[in-house]
């Protein structure tokens, strides 16, 4: 006769006897000991968020809550190191049974345990970025799909919409009418590529980012045995950042929580910033809905910012409808107002920037605390040419600078060949953008055009020493055609009418005019083909012609971009150990916190942006974006807008209306500077 002994796995007490009234403050106090049941924390910029979540842990261990029956979810990597990190110190020892850690990294864990369960094997492999584009790539081989004769979307495009398809719940059709329009007739040919791609990724073991999450809810749904299992193991969920859950990410939550209803999230209303990448802002917002006997706790001193800068920062979202109303009270000292600096153009609003960076330096300030904060890349042209122009170390969060972009890179190339013929590089480069044309097939085509341009431009004429007009340089990409693939004859013929257009005597030392040509001649195609961020990268560009307006000829353009590049570079060779001050998009720079900021470019169009306005819900995130961008400042904020900017198409200046949301903030919070130039006769 046998019989099964169960041996459990040994668990060290946890006695903490941690003081929470000493240790918090009341309204922190209040949601670490709030009673089981579902209960949402309104956690307000600098309030200690991170804190509150980790003695909320701290508290449940000591109510005899076993470590393996809390389950804490957060966003990154980062910051699931971060809060279990600081709950081993709470603790004074680790807690591996503790199940913490990304949305991702947790459904990997359930999904490594049951994959089996979905026709998958258990050591199934997850997909990079990279790997997920080769698979759709062979995808789209296997439908016999030309995406080039078709103008279909690239294997990274389909990425980026099978991704949102997942994450926001839709189908693929919705996506499409919802985010990429332009691609709408071309739904039935996409859905059938991603049910390929569903396919092949089971046939070889294989999940995407995506997947981890969509199946790990496709299991809780499809076995209510294992759905049983967890909603009983978690019997306590605690959420980080809640105002950026996708659908995707709410519905896993309310499914383990269904059975307990112990589930506490905690965010802030006000920093939801992230529509465009899937998050949903009603999660957040209809919580208590969901949640008939939900409890609402707010957080709301500030531990970070001035109160000058907090009044700033309450009065800026106060418009706001769909909110949870709280109001931002400091914990320090009061420090200095908030500064509003009207500037007569975005030159001369780079210029106050860097003279008053260098002032701020001398006063003390480590330049590695102070950022420039703005809504979009190309707000910060004037201020990257202005801070190299001074030798005045940056650096760019979010990551490439404007100038190195692929799409910046691509359009200038035409100008470079236009300008230096020679240009193997830029020819090179405009080449491979066409079908069927890879890094062979442009060094056949380079030698070929090389010869017969510099046969064409040595003359009797130029032998003698006399200046003979300069050949054509259309007419020697006509001589090439006869090398070019067939897929490629269309596009070489475009190409070659848009080279034709561009070195005509007019539009050839108009270098705003030329990037405009040739966006309007097929390279925006090519940015909706290959970018699923098209319209950013579009408004990239008609910036940039803009910028260019102000240079007298396309050499000085093109010189002044390779002097800034090139600077740039040696910058970042040279500086690694040196302060820098911080440019970043306010996206980019949510989670971080800077003693002195710059916020600039607040007119109307610009920030809030021009697309934003056509909606409630898209005005209403911009000014959360407001908020979040305020609130990086903990002990100087520098509000700045141009009275001019150039328009489009070289039709001068116009003048630039402040932002709406500048309207908003009492006059009495802001000390106004005007800016007085020097003048240089005394």
């Given at each position: 006769?046998?019989?099964?002994?169960?041996?459990?796995?040994?668990?060290?007490?946890?006695?903490?006897?941690?003081?929470?009234?000493?240790?918090?403050?009341?309204?922190?106090?209040?949601?670490?000991?709030?009673?089981?049941?579902?209960?949402?924390?309104?956690?307000?910029?600098?309030?200690?968020?991170?804190r509150t979540l980790t003695y909320r842990v701290g508290f449940l261990l000591e109510q005899g809550i076993p470590a393996d029956r809390i389950l804490l979810l957060t966003f990154t990597n980062k910051a699931a190191k971060e809060m279990m990190r600081r709950v081993a110190d709470l603790l004074g020892q680790e807690l591996p049974s503790l199940w913490g850690g990304t949305f991702h990294s947790i459904g990997n864990r359930v999904l490594r345990a049951h994959a089996d369960r979905l026709g998958y094997q258990r050591d199934f492999t997850i997909m990079d970025r990279e790997d997920a584009k080769d698979l759709i790539d062979a995808c789209l081989g296997q439908a016999q799909i030309d995406v080039k004769a078709t103008r279909f979307p690239k294997a990274e495009v389909l990425a980026d919409i099978f991704s949102m398809a997942s994450n926001i719940r839709l189908p693929i059709p919705e996506v499409l009418a919802k985010d990429y329009d332009y691609f709408a007739s071309l739904a039935p040919q996409i859905t059938d590529v991603q049910q390929?791609?569903?396919?092949?990724?089971?046939?070889?073991?294989?999940?995407?980012?995506?997947?981890?999450?969509?199946?790990?809810?496709?299991?809780?749904?499809?076995?209510?045995?294992?759905?049983?299992?967890?909603?009983?193991?978690?019997?306590?969920?605690?959420?980080?950042?809640?105002?950026?859950?996708?659908?995707?990410?709410?519905?896993?939550?309310?499914?383990?929580?269904?059975?307990?209803?112990?589930?506490?999230?905690?965010?802030?209303?006000?920093?939801?910033?992230?529509?465009?990448?899937?998050?949903?802002?009603?999660?957040?917002?209809?919580?208590?809905?969901?949640?008939?006997?939900?409890?609402?706790?707010?957080?709301?001193?500030?531990?970070?910012?001035?109160?000058?800068?907090?009044?700033?920062?309450?009065?800026?979202?106060?418009?706001?409808?769909?909110?949870?109303?709280?109001?931002?009270?400091?914990?320090?000292?009061?420090?200095?107002?908030?500064?509003?600096?009207?500037?007569?153009?975005?030159?001369?609003?780079?210029?106050?920037?860097?003279?008053?960076?260098?002032?701020?330096?001398?006063?003390?300030?480590?330049?590695?605390?102070?950022?420039?904060?703005?809504?979009?890349?190309?707000?910060?042209?004037?201020?990257?040419?202005?801070?190299?122009?001074?030798?005045?170390?940056?650096?760019?969060?979010?990551?490439?600078?404007?100038?190195?972009?692929?799409?910046?890179?691509?359009?200038?190339?035409?100008?470079?060949?236009?300008?230096?013929?020679?240009?193997?590089?830029?020819?090179?480069?405009?080449?491979?953008?066409?079908?069927?044309?890879?890094?062979?097939?442009?060094?056949?085509?380079?030698?070929?055009?090389?010869?017969?341009?510099?046969?064409?431009?040595?003359?009797?004429?130029?032998?003698?020493?006399?200046?003979?007009?300069?050949?054509?340089?259309?007419?020697?990409?006509?001589?090439?055609?006869?090398?070019?693939?067939?897929?490629?004859?269309?596009?070489?013929?475009?190409?070659?009418?848009?080279?034709?257009?561009?070195?005509?005597?007019?539009?050839?030392?108009?270098?705003?005019?030329?990037?405009?040509?040739?966006?309007?001649?097929?390279?925006?195609?090519?940015?909706?083909?290959?970018?699923?961020?098209?319209?950013?990268?579009?408004?990239?560009?008609?910036?940039?012609?803009?910028?260019?307006?102000?240079?007298?000829?396309?050499?000085?353009?093109?010189?002044?971009?390779?002097?800034?590049?090139?600077?740039?570079?040696?910058?970042?060779?040279?500086?690694?150990?040196?302060?820098?001050?911080?440019?970043?998009?306010?996206?980019?720079?949510?989670?971080?916190?800077?003693?002195?900021?710059?916020?600039?470019?607040?007119?109307?169009?610009?920030?809030?942006?021009?697309?934003?306005?056509?909606?409630?819900?898209?005005?209403?995130?911009?000014?959360?974006?407001?908020?979040?961008?305020?609130?990086?400042?903990?002990?100087?904020?520098?509000?700045?807008?141009?009275?001019?900017?150039?328009?489009?198409?070289?039709?001068?200046?116009?003048?630039?209306?402040?932002?709406?949301?500048?309207?908003?903030?009492?006059?009495?919070?802001?000390?106004?500077?005007?800016?007085?130039?020097?003048?240089?006769?005394?």
């Amino acid at each position: 006769m046998s019989r099964d002994y169960v041996l459990q796995s040994f668990r060290a007490p946890v006695h903490l006897h941690i003081d929470y009234a000493k240790e918090l403050n009341e309204q922190q106090h209040a949601a670490v000991t709030a009673a089981p049941g579902p209960a949402l924390v309104i956690a307000g910029a600098g309030s200690g968020k991170t804190r509150t979540l980790t003695y909320r842990v701290g508290f449940l261990l000591e109510q005899g809550i076993p470590a393996d029956r809390i389950l804490l979810l957060t966003f990154t990597n980062k910051a699931a190191k971060e809060m279990m990190r600081r709950v081993a110190d709470l603790l004074g020892q680790e807690l591996p049974s503790l199940w913490g850690g990304t949305f991702h990294s947790i459904g990997n864990r359930v999904l490594r345990a049951h994959a089996d369960r979905l026709g998958y094997q258990r050591d199934f492999t997850i997909m990079d970025r990279e790997d997920a584009k080769d698979l759709i790539d062979a995808c789209l081989g296997q439908a016999q799909i030309d995406v080039k004769a078709t103008r279909f979307p690239k294997a990274e495009v389909l990425a980026d919409i099978f991704s949102m398809a997942s994450n926001i719940r839709l189908p693929i059709p919705e996506v499409l009418a919802k985010d990429y329009d332009y691609f709408a007739s071309l739904a039935p040919q996409i859905t059938d590529v991603q049910q390929r791609y569903e396919a092949r990724k089971r046939a070889t073991n294989a999940m995407d980012f995506d997947d981890l999450l969509d199946l790990w809810l496709k299991l809780m749904r499809e076995h209510p045995d294992l759905l049983e299992h967890y909603q009983r193991r978690f019997q306590f969920i605690l959420v980080d950042e809640y105002q950026d859950t996708n659908k995707l990410q709410s519905e896993l939550i309310d499914l383990l929580a269904a059975r307990h209803h112990n589930v506490m999230v905690v965010g802030d209303d006000a920093q939801s910033i992230y529509a465009w990448r899937g998050a949903n802002f009603q999660n957040i917002l209809k919580f208590p809905e969901r949640y008939a006997k939900a409890k609402v706790y707010k957080i709301e001193t500030n531990y970070r910012s001035t109160p000058e800068i907090l009044n700033v920062a309450n009065a800026a979202i106060a418009a706001n409808t769909q909110q949870f109303t709280k109001n931002l009270t400091p914990a320090r000292k009061s420090g200095t107002k908030p500064v509003l600096v009207t500037c007569m153009s975005g030159s001369e609003q780079a210029a106050f920037i860097a003279q008053r960076v260098l002032e701020l330096r001398e006063e003390g300030v480590d330049m590695n605390e102070m950022a420039v904060l703005y809504r979009s890349h190309f707000h910060a042209l004037e201020l990257q040419l202005e801070l190299t122009r001074r030798n005045i170390p940056f650096s760019i969060t979010s990551g490439i600078r404007f100038f190195e972009q692929a799409h910046i890179k691509d359009v200038t190339g035409y100008l470079k060949l236009i300008t230096n013929p020679r240009d193997e590089l830029a020819f090179k480069r405009i080449a491979q953008l066409l079908p069927g044309i890879g890094a062979k097939g442009a060094e056949k085509l380079w030698a070929k055009f090389s010869a017969d341009f510099g046969a064409r431009s040595s003359t009797p004429e130029k032998q003698a020493g006399q200046e003979a007009p300069v050949a054509p340089l259309a007419t020697a990409l006509q001589g090439c055609s006869a090398g070019v693939p067939k897929k490629a004859a269309v596009a070489w013929a475009q190409f070659t009418a848009t080279i034709s257009q561009l070195e005509a005597a007019p539009v050839r030392g108009n270098p705003s005019r030329m990037i405009r040509l040739v966006v309007e001649a097929g390279y925006e195609d090519h940015l909706k083909e290959n970018y699923a961020n098209f319209r950013n990268r579009l408004e990239d560009l008609e910036q940039l012609a803009i910028f260019a307006q102000q240079f007298p000829n396309t050499e000085d353009f093109l010189s002044q971009l390779a002097l800034l590049t090139n600077l740039e570079a040696e910058a970042e060779q040279t500086n690694n150990d040196t302060e820098q001050i911080r440019l970043s998009t306010i996206h980019q720079a949510k989670g971080l916190e800077f003693d002195v900021v710059f916020l600039i470019m607040l007119c109307d169009g610009m920030f809030p942006s021009a697309r934003s306005l056509d909606t409630m819900d898209g005005e209403e995130e911009e000014r959360r974006l407001l908020y979040v961008a305020i609130t990086r400042a903990r002990n100087e904020l520098y509000l700045s807008y141009p009275l001019i900017r150039m328009m489009p198409g070289g039709s001068g200046d116009a003048m630039q209306q402040p932002s709406r949301f500048l309207s908003e903030i009492p006059k009495e919070l802001l000390e106004e500077w005007n800016l007085k130039p020097v003048d240089p006769y005394g």
